[in-house]
């Protein structure tokens, strides 16, 4: 079962029937899943970029407790360009699911979940400061590691691992 | 996030970050006190900003990236096996747990099986790594609050745990000793019977420490009920490891949610309701009884066999063969200059360091160079709950808690 990604919406409901994340997300709502995948024993599920508070708020009351970590991937050049990896962890069941968003490059925007888990707050500090994705409704969306006056955002593809001199 | 000196007060003005108080309300006078980031007791260069009424801590406001590399940038241009030295240099206090973590994130990608060998001497490294990061923890922590002792004594375990990673890796602190695949070396003979005459003598040693601070009445007073964080407080800020456990979340990585063998040890995981500085104190210190447990099962049960996965796309030849065989000689060729493929995918693997969870998450598109490396670092999330530690507390439990959550700084930063 380990060796076979198992990808698709469809096909990754059909072989995790039981799992918590899914059951309440799908009967939340319909549609909040856009696409599925488990691959090397890793859920990953892809939640509709305006709904991932939401999502989060559903699975954090299906049990998934703890916010292990937040990042982003830069898919450049492809659109859309931005992944943002969300893992959550519940202690209950021991074990973690990723949800993933992805975000386009026109409007690098998605909605805080420092509401559901404070947690997330220096997360989210720091991909906006390495990425330029933007979080709505953060209490406090500075820069965290690069100084304020900084130009542009170091993680993605775009910028030169030497930088620019 | 670096700034001079001149403007600082313009900076902790600005109302995002403090505002003094003393305007809205007349009874109240405030001042705003800078820490850092050059402070001993911030064990790095961490710069914390505190609003003080009197001696209270009013808000407490932390400013990191003094320390900022761009380690997980840097992953991104070299080989995956290149990238190993790098996660040492993240946390200069449990190289190993960040070499583990990052070899079975590669390994889960490439779905390479480790032998026992390996497995085993894995555990026991990250064991010893445990004990030393916890000593130079509590020989740290002891100092902040004055006692100067507790250090030396500390230090002088450390420096032979320091020893035997010398032994086996060439260095001290940098030991990159573990590879995608396996571990570098075998040990040298006189390894075991080394780590076993130290183990021996460690419960005695503890107790010492325990002698030293635990019935002392200024340590006592400095520590009990002071920095208090709840279960539901700590699980909300992202807290994880030692003071999670201490608030009362009976929840480690090893046990719940085993890597490398740890299934096969049997250990307590040490947990205490208090939440507080002492409970985080009692907590770490059942916890080095409990490495030495772990680190014991694990010589005693010490398989024999290779150390390396037979994987010989990933894994670099041994010399002997690499001298005679023509095979391995070309693997070994392509490995160094070409490094290997990895399957396209993504993972999380999380393993318990002294901190807490330390999670690798690695995205790999099928080249020799991880498309996207990011570690997930325990002390970067519970610095986040240090305000909720120290808001309404004594200015001096300040440097009390920073102890207690042992930070290190270079994790955090990256």
């Known amino acids: 079962m380990a060796n076979e990604p198992i990808i698709g919406k469809e096909a990754v409901l059909t072989a995790l029937p039981g799992n918590r994340a899914i059951e309440a997300l799908s009967s939340a709502d319909s549609q909040i899943i856009t696409d599925a995948r488990f691959d090397r024993n890793e859920l990953t599920l892809t939640i509709q970029r305006e709904k991932i508070r939401s999502a989060c708020e559903i699975v954090r009351a299906a049990g998934y407790n703890f916010f292990s970590d937040l990042t982003a991937v830069d898919w450049y050049p492809a659109e859309p360009r931005f992944q943002l990896s969300y893992h959550l962890l519940s202690h209950h069941l021991k074990e973690r699911v990723r949800l993933k968003v992805m975000v386009s490059t026109d409007d690098p925007a998605v909605e805080s979940i420092t509401s559901v888990w404070p947690a997330s707050n220096s997360y989210e500090r720091e991909v906006w400061d390495l990425f330029g994705v933007r979080f709505q409704g953060h209490p406090d969306l500075r820069r965290i590691m690069m100084p304020e006056e900084w130009e542009g955002h170091p993680l993605q593809k775009t910028y030169p691992v030497e930088g620019y001199r | ?414």
Not at chain 2, 58 to 86: R, S, W
């Open chain 2, 1 to 414: 996030m670096p700034r001079s000196m001149p403007e600082l007060a313009e900076f902790v003005a600005t109302e995002r970050l403090v505002k003094p108080s003393h305007e809205q309300d007349s009874q109240s006078h405030t001042m705003v006190l800078n820490m850092g980031p050059q402070h001993p007791s911030t064990h790095g260069v961490l710069r914390v900003v505190v609003e003080i009424d009197g001696e209270t801590v009013v808000k407490l406001v932390t400013d990191i990236g003094y320390l900022h590399t761009g380690i997980e940038k840097n992953c991104e241009a070299k080989f995956y096996q290149q990238v190993v030295p790098m996660t040492d240099r993240i946390d200069y206090l449990c190289p190993m747990t960040n070499n583990l973590a990052y070899c079975l994130a590669v390994e889960k990608l490439l779905q390479l099986e480790i032998p026992p060998r390996g497995q085993w001497m894995r555990v026991l490294m990250n064991e010893l790594t445990r004990l030393q990061s916890h000593l130079v923890w509590l020989g740290t922590h002891a100092m902040d609050i004055g006692a100067l002792t507790v250090f030396l004594y500390c230090f002088r375990e450390r420096e032979e745990l320091l020893r035997l990673f010398e032994a086996i890796a060439g260095q001290r602190m940098m030991t990159s000793y573990f590879r995608v695949g396996g571990l570098a070396l075998e040990p040298p003979l006189d390894f075991f019977p080394r780590v076993r005459a130290l183990l021996k003598r460690m419960p005695e040693k503890i107790d010492e420490y325990q002698n030293l601070l635990t019935g002392n009445p200024i340590w006592v007073n400095r520590l009990k009920g002071v920095g208090h964080l709840t279960a539901e407080q700590a699980i909300a800020l992202g807290v994880t490891g030692p003071p999670l456990r201490a608030s009362g979340v009976d929840w480690d990585l090893r046990r719940d949610m085993p890597y490398s063998g740890y299934e096969n040890f049997q250990f307590r995981v040490p947990t205490s309701t208090d939440g507080d500085v002492w409970a985080r104190y009692w907590v770490r210190l059942e916890e080095m009884r409990e490495s030495v447990k772990i680190a014991t099962q694990a010589l005693d049960g010490m398989p024999e066999g290779p150390i390396q996965a037979d994987a010989p796309k990933v894994v670099l030849p041994d010399r002997e063969k690499m001298k005679t065989e023509m095979e391995a000689l070309i693997y070994h060729f392509k490995i160094v200059t070409e490094g290997f493929t990895v399957p396209a995918g993504e993972v999380y693997q999380a393993v318990e360091s002294p901190r807490g969870e330390m999670g690798y998450y690695v995205v790999s598109d099928g080249t020799a160079k991880p498309y996207r490396v990011h570690m997930r670092n325990p002390s970067f999330a519970t610095l986040q709950a240090l305000p909720a530690m120290c808001e309404g507390r004594l200015l001096a439990d300040v440097v009390a808690v920073i102890g207690s959550i042992d930070i290190v700084l270079g994790e955090i930063d990256r």
